[in-house]
């Protein structure tokens, strides 16, 4: 990370570098924290259901390849998703949309969650509830935080325009 600030940060205005920490902090917390819920979370449900999902004359015996592939993808499925907030709000701040069509676009968002959550875990009905329904919880989340990073930026002095204050 070091090596990546180090390459980007001379290009930055002063508020830009302002904002990198909170984004970066933020950022890893939440995907640390998205890890953590698959983990704790998740995987107990997942292979409780995968377990007893099997007739009871044969044991589950997956390889070490397959088993890691899966974990790996749903660690880094979870931590993606729980980066949904930061997005909403890097979009919001950056004027690129505002809360407003977000709002409108959740019916959307809610399908979209769901066909993600279908392509990247397996085809059970539970491990695909346990990703979509964060994903619509943390986008409602985003869109909170959104409106409240859109007050405080209409609160600030616009400083860009010539003039008298």
Known sequence: LYQAW????????????????PLVIGST?????????????VFGRVFAFIHGFAPKSIT???????????VITMFIAFGVTFEIPIVVIVLVRMGVV??????????????GAFVIAAVVTPPDVL?????AIPMC???????????FVKAAE???PDLTTKGEI
């Open 154 to 156: 209409s609160n600030q």
């Open 6 to 21: 180090a390459f980007v940060a001379p290009g930055l205005y002063e508020h830009e570098k302002k904002l990198a920490l």
């Open 60 to 70: 589950p015996a997956p390889d070490i390849e397959a088993y890691f592939s899966f």
């Open 98 to 111: 505002s809360v407003e069509k977000l709002r409108d676009a959740r019916p959307y968002v809610i399908v």
């Open 137 to 147: 919880l943390l986008y409602e989340a985003g869109l909170v935080l959104g409106r």
């Open 127 to 131: 491990s695909q509830l346990l990703l």
């Open 29 to 41: 917390a939440l995907f640390l924290l998205g890890v953590a819920f698959c983990y704790f979370f």
